[in-house]
């Protein structure tokens, strides 16, 4: 047989390798244990940006708690008005300053209310993931088991399908056979597609000088998709 002839036996046999790849890929047990691991992946992240925030907020805290206790005895300082005002001092002057001071003090705690409600939200949020990491832990390691199991259940036919390829691929050279390979790796399937008129299977155009080249079996690569293109 011609190399052209074993590569399109290899592809064959490939095709019915892919089938199983993608049943198993497309299998409920496959899709549940994949979801579950993103799910975990993605809550690692989450988590650390959470733990970052509350941080943030809990210097934020302290220093409104600060502030709050710093107003507070500012204020207290004018308890002893009516001593100052007996010592001639200039009343509406204290009213003021002790006016400003109450209301930074109300600002001051709304903002401290506002900042609690954030750390609240942010804990039952925590919770709330920490719970669904749970569930997702168990789900993963229940589908993840279903799934070996599911390939298990195909572990001949591809233990078979693979013993065909290494056999047809010794007639095949290597470094055809390694560039036939790769490109299955990129997930481009057929490798190997036949002329369509002047043109390959994506649409792309060959000139005649290309289309020459394929001429005693030869194949050539297209620009455009990459695969092999053969004449038929
Ligand atoms: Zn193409």
Do not use: W
């Not at 209301?103 to 705690?109: T, W």
């Amino acid at each position: 047989m011609s190399t052209l002839q074993e590569l399109l036996e290899y592809q064959k046999a490939d095709g019915e390798l892919r089938k199983i790849e993608q049943e198993l890929a497309a299998s409920d047990a496959r899709k549940k244990s994949l979801q579950a691991r993103n799910f975990i992946k993605n809550a690692e992240s989450r988590i650390a940006a959470q733990d970052k925030r509350a941080l943030e907020l809990k210097a934020l805290r302290d220093e409104l708690i600060a502030r709050v206790d710093e107003t507070a005895k500012a204020i207290a300082e004018y308890a002893d008005i009516d001593e100052i005002v007996e010592g001639g001092g200039d009343v509406s002057f204290y009213k003021k300053n002790a006016q400003q001071l109450s209301e930074r003090l109300r600002a001051v705690k709304a903002e401290l209310a506002r900042l609690t409600a954030e750390v609240e939200s942010l804990t039952a949020e925590y919770k709330k993931m920490m719970e669904q990491g749970k569930q997702m832990n168990r789900q993963y390691k229940e589908y993840a088991e279903k799934y070996k199991e599911v390939q298990a259940s195909r572990a001949k036919e591809v233990a078979a399908i693979n013993a065909r390829l290494e056999e047809i691929g010794k007639n095949i050279p290597s470094e055809i056979l390694e560039k036939y390979k790769q490109k299955r790796r990129e997930k481009i399937f057929p490798v190997l597609v036949p002329l369509s008129g002047d043109m390959c299977v994506c649409g792309m155009d060959l000139p005649l000088a290309q289309r020459g080249r394929l001429a005693g079996g030869n194949v050539i690569e297209c620009e455009n998709c990459h695969r092999f293109i053969y004449k038929a």
